[in-house]
């Protein structure tokens, strides 16, 4: 056979293994999974491999190295003739001539059998897979008693050399994969489409959430004395409509318990008498983790302390679960969160709404800091409790403060404060 039609043929076949294995790694596992049970061929033959992944890189790897052992030793005989014409007859030497056969070798190996495919592979790994799935078959099994000792020699130096444990049981697609499946579905249905990916992708980041970010920040906690009258306690529950109402004893950072909206129908003649217990629990803690907390001790609020023991805020079971849902709204949240966009510089916003919120839907770009909450941010730059009239220039922005109640910040202007032009 011409020597050049070898060379390209195991260029073809070294590309073929390199492109078809990073397809392989960049592939979505879930979309072969669901594809399998929808019937597809292709995914049927590639689910054995999707469980099994070292069967599927042994056989690449045994028909990479084929293809560039075979292209190593023609290549080289292709190129001798040529190099010796451009080489005086003085300056010739095998080690010469063997190093420019390998640098020239290895340049068009890496472009036209690396390089190349594995950036063309990669583009859409999922329809690749599934047109290439058959050729690889043929030569998986035409590899396979090669396949077969190369993985139980790697076994068997994994386990007596290295004292390593080879498992094959790993999952068969991760979250990113999910991730992934989710968004391209999505691409493809119309904007009418009723699909909430937003709720999906909070449930996949839920793990990661910590305390600190769905919590009710210090500065906004609405909490009551333990010392104070039951009198006082009705009011502040009727100005705040809440339900639930921290109890104090002496200062914030003493939080003894919680009262219950519905105990006040008991009667009481104290609030020592309806005290409940709350549930204390480190910022750092995973909302996930508090939530099963929640759910075994049949609770549904908690004292959120930093790494001093200061209180950092409180947290609610509704809290944690908006972190997923987005927001959920009760009796109480009707008209709560004022938002109003007088023009493209000017807003009426309630205290409540949340930094990240802001800037995503409005491109404000406020600064990011220790609190979540409009309100958080101003009780932090300003360092003082603001009155109702108060104007508080902070950055580029200025707020006019029109509600406040309880030390609470509940309604404020929002101006952008543009530079001045010359």
């Not at 920040?217 to 104070?228: F, N, V």
């Not at 919120?357 to 600064?367: F, T």
Request: a negative charge; hydrophobic letters at 45%; proline letters at 4%.
């Amino acid at each position: 056979m011409n020597s050049t039609l070898i060379i390209v043929c195991s260029i073809l076949v070294s590309a073929f293994f390199s492109g078809i294995e990073i397809a392989f790694i960049s592939s979505n596992k879930l979309l072969i999974e669901l594809r399998n049970k929808q019937g597809s061929l292709s995914a049927r033959l590639l689910s054995p491999f999707v469980n099994n992944p070292s069967r599927f890189i042994s056989t690449t790897l045994v028909g990479n190295n084929i293809g560039l052992v075979i292209y190593g030793i023609y290549m080289g005989k292709f190129l001798n003739p040529y190099i010796i014409q451009y080489i005086p007859a003085t300056e010739q030497s095998t080690l010469l001539l063997l190093f420019l056969q390998t640098l020239l070798s290895t340049i068009v190996v890496l472009v036209t059998a690396e390089f190349l495919p594995k950036v063309l592979f990669r583009i859409n790994p999922d329809i690749i897979l599934s047109v290439l799935i058959y050729p690889f078959l043929l030569a998986y099994y035409l590899f396979w008693p090669i396949v077969n000792f190369i993985t139980w020699l790697s076994k068997f130096i994994l386990n007596s050399v290295f004292k390593l444990r080879f498992s094959e049981s790993t999952p068969v697609f991760s979250k990113v994969d999910l991730d992934q499946y989710i968004t391209e579905s999505v691409e493809d249905l119309n904007e009418d489409a009723d699909v909430d990916t937003e709720m999906f992708k909070n449930a996949l980041e839920f793990a990661n959430v910590k305390l600190r970010d769905c919590i009710t920040p210090r500065t906004e906690l609405i909490s009551i004395d333990i010392d104070a009258s039951v009198e006082e306690l009705e009011k502040k529950f009727i100005e705040s409509e809440l339900s639930k109402i921290v109890v104090h004893q002496g200062s914030i950072d003493h939080i003894i318990g919680y009262v219950h909206q519905k105990d006040l129908f008991k009667k009481p003649h104290s609030i020592r008498s309806i005290l409940l217990p709350i549930e204390i629990a480190p910022e750092t803690m995973s909302a996930n983790e508090l939530l099963n907390k929640f759910t075994l001790n049949r609770k549904s609020i908690a004292l959120v302390v930093d790494e001093l023991g200061v209180t950092a805020g409180i947290v609610t079971i509704e809290d944690i679960m908006e972190e997923i849902f987005g927001e959920i709204e009760d009796e109480h949240d009707v008209n709560k969160h004022t938002e109003v966009k007088l023009n493209d510089n000017e807003f009426i916003f309630n205290a409540r709404l949340e930094v990240d919120y802001l800037n995503s839907k409005y491109e404000l770009n406020i600064p990011e800091g220790e609190y979540n909450t409009l309100g958080g941010f101003i009780f932090a730059e300003h360092e003082s409790i603001p009155a109702k009239g108060d104007v508080i220039i902070i950055a580029n922005f200025e707020f006019t403060i029109l509600s406040i109640s309880n030390n609470r910040i509940n309604e404020l202007r929002m101006k952008i404060i543009l530079p001045e032009t010359h």
